[in-house]
């Protein structure tokens, strides 16, 4: 079920009533199942993989704030630059900004961790 998310996570109505109903097999049981291999809940995880990748397109695109959270599915900006801002710890554009003085090669590749030569100008 990973890997279902992970292909369909742009899609705003993604559920796991709708993938529990496309599997023939009951909410609470795929739940259980998906929490027990995962030890995260369908929501947390589809939540965690949508906002990896909106953090990967504050990165690499100069799209808004709100056409990525649109991108990855979250049409509520309010609710996804909170969750962003709780993960992240700055809302995406502060985000955005911050990694841009740091390198976004950096921030996308090594765990935030400064790597030698990059991003030692704020252009």
């Known amino acids: 079920?990973?890997?279902?998310?992970?292909?369909?996570?742009?899609?705003p109505n993604l559920s796991l009533e709708l993938v529990s109903n496309s599997a023939g097999l009951s909410s609470s049981y795929l739940g259980k199942l998906f929490k027990g291999s995962t030890g995260q809940s369908f929501s947390e995880y589809l939540n965690h993989t949508r906002l990896e990748m909106a953090r990967e397109l504050l990165l690499t695109t100069k799209d808004t704030a709100a056409k990525i959270s649109e991108t990855v599915g979250m049409y509520n900006i309010t609710y996804f630059s909170t969750l962003f801002k709780k993960k992240y710890g700055a809302s995406p554009s502060a985000y955005r900004e911050q990694a841009s003085i740091r390198g976004v090669e950096d921030d996308l590749f090594n765990g935030n961790q400064k790597s030698e030569g990059i991003g030692d100008n704020a252009d």
Request: no cysteine; net charge negative.
């Open 1 to 11: 079920m990973q890997y279902y998310i992970r292909d369909h996570y742009p899609e």
